[in-house]
């Protein structure tokens, strides 16, 4: 077992924490400070650090670890190596040079596909087959340093960013249980990764969730599973933002010289036209109000059907 520090912050991180509470030494946690979170704004310790203080082990929750000054408690902790998953800071060489036998990245791509801050979601709306989890190695690049071990997983035809996030997360767990170890020992030399194929996933912001009704269908939907759960994919309907929480493909109908974003009720469903087929609602939310079925949002609204949904309004802000 060897003494180790893990650096890391939301969901995606804990199975990779617990794992490594389970099979090595993990001497401490670093993780973001709180956050305020809910309409109290109180607040809230990350994931990471909820199990980390359940499990005992001391944390430290550094606004930044820019300066050598910033990690004088992980020098104390004397680390043989340390672990990131989904930390939310770039490690500067004064980080990368304290462990003796380096820093692990848990990054949920098969580098040097999807370098950055948002892998699963780019993965999606890119249409790839396939994704995975990369062990490697940390250098100061943003994801460029060698890979030890690969693994890749099916993309399936329904998936969101939510179940991927979800499979993946356990997949790098399973990973670091099963090559650790030899990572450490030296006994899994890792692979430069090849910078001519790398491609880069940029961190998401809300804006990126609004839907452009003028792209073909099938993009359409997988830029609907990317955004969700968040930032979630919306459009506007008489002015008020309306998120569109599930949906079908629908690419085979023939919509005719109906406009982008007409919304139509035929061959028993709720259909929004594309710029090529069309998108079947199957759940939305008005803002401020709950979450629906489309037929019953229909019910409510009659005049849904047959309306534009346009682009946001002047001064309009994601919710």
């Not at 040097?112 to 250098?139: E, K, Y």
């Not at 109908?253 to 061959?267: C, D, F, I, M, Q």
């Not at 709950?290 to 309306?307: E, L």
Request: with cysteine; charged share 20%.
């Amino acid at each position: 077992m060897s003494k180790i520090i893990f650096m890391g912050t939301p969901e995606f991180a804990v199975p990779a924490l617990q794992t490594l509470i389970e099979t090595q030494t993990v001497v401490g946690v670093v993780t973001q400070p709180d956050r305020p979170a809910g309409r109290g704004k109180q607040l809230r310790p990350s994931p990471v650090k909820q199990l980390a203080e359940a499990a005992g082990i001391p944390v430290y929750q550094p606004k930044s670890l820019r300066t050598p000054e910033h990690i004088v408690p992980l020098q104390a902790w004397d680390p043989e190596a340390i672990v990131v998953a989904a930390f939310g800071q770039i490690l500067r060489p004064h980080v990368l040079d304290l462990p003796p036998l380096g820093c692990y990245n848990v990054h949920a791509s098969l580098l040097p596909r999807w370098r950055g801050a948002s892998p699963i979601q780019h993965a999606i709306m890119a249409g790839d087959a396939q994704t995975g989890i990369s062990l490697m190695r940390m250098d100061p690049g943003l994801d460029t340093g060698p890979v030890h071990a690969q693994q890749a997983l099916p993309i399936m035809p329904d998936e969101t960013a939510a179940t991927l996030h979800d499979r993946l997360a356990a997949l790098g767990a399973a990973m670091l249980a099963d090559h650790l170890d030899d990572i450490l020992a030296g006994r899994l030399p890792a692979q430069a990764q090849d910078d001519r194929l790398a491609t880069y996933a940029p961190m998401i912001q809300k804006e990126a969730g609004q839907l452009d009704w003028s792209r073909p269908g099938p993009d359409l939907d997988r830029h609907i599973r990317a955004m969700t759960p968040w930032p979630g994919a919306f459009t506007y309907w008489q002015g008020q933002l309306l998120k569109v929480l599930a949906a079908l493909p629908r690419p085979e109908l023939n919509t005719g010289s109906e406009a982008p974003g007409r919304v139509l009720a035929r061959h028993n469903a709720i259909l929004v036209v594309t710029g090529r087929g069309a998108i079947q609602l199957e759940s939305v939310q008005l803002a401020g109000k709950r979450a629906t079925t489309i037929n019953d949002f229909v019910r409510g609204r009659p005049d849904f059907v047959g309306s534009l949904l346009q682009p946001a309004p002047a001064g309009a802000a994601p919710a």
